[in-house]
């Protein structure tokens, strides 16, 4: 018997689409963007340098509190990359990268103010 499982299915943590700031930063490589969606174990963002698979990250969250834009809470972890998706950009001229990012060593105080700003944003 043939099962079709969903993404959705298969994820242990829900994803939001939501755009939070973050820095991460490699051997060789800083960057400053934007999630495009994440979850408590991972995000998934675009960037215009390739990072190579596995390379581990230093990552920090910018997480909205309250009702102030200006009020953030910073949530830090180490991070690997996990997918990268090449996309030629028509308004860029060049190619960007769909990257997805995997938490691999978070704390669990770092765990909590992900799951806070979560349940922040199904309010």
Do not use: W
Not at 43 to 51: P, R, S, V
Not at 80 to 90: A, F, G, L, T
């Amino acid at each position: 018997m043939n099962q079709h499982i969903t993404d959705r299915e298969r994820r242990r943590h829900p994803r939001i689409n939501q755009r939070v700031p973050f820095t991460l930063r490699a051997e060789d490589f800083d960057a400053v963007t934007e999630t495009i969606n994440m979850s408590c174990l991972g995000a998934y963002c675009q960037l215009d340098k390739h990072i190579p698979l596995m390379t581990g990250l230093k990552i920090a969250l910018a997480l909205p509190r309250g009702d102030k834009k200006n009020e953030i809470e910073y949530a830090e972890c180490n991070g690997v990359v996990v997918r990268v998706e090449e996309v030629v950009s028509q308004s860029h001229k060049s190619s960007v990268y769909n990257t997805a990012i995997y938490f691999n060593e978070i704390e669990e105080s770092e765990k909590e103010k992900i799951a806070s700003f979560f349940q922040r944003q199904q309010q």
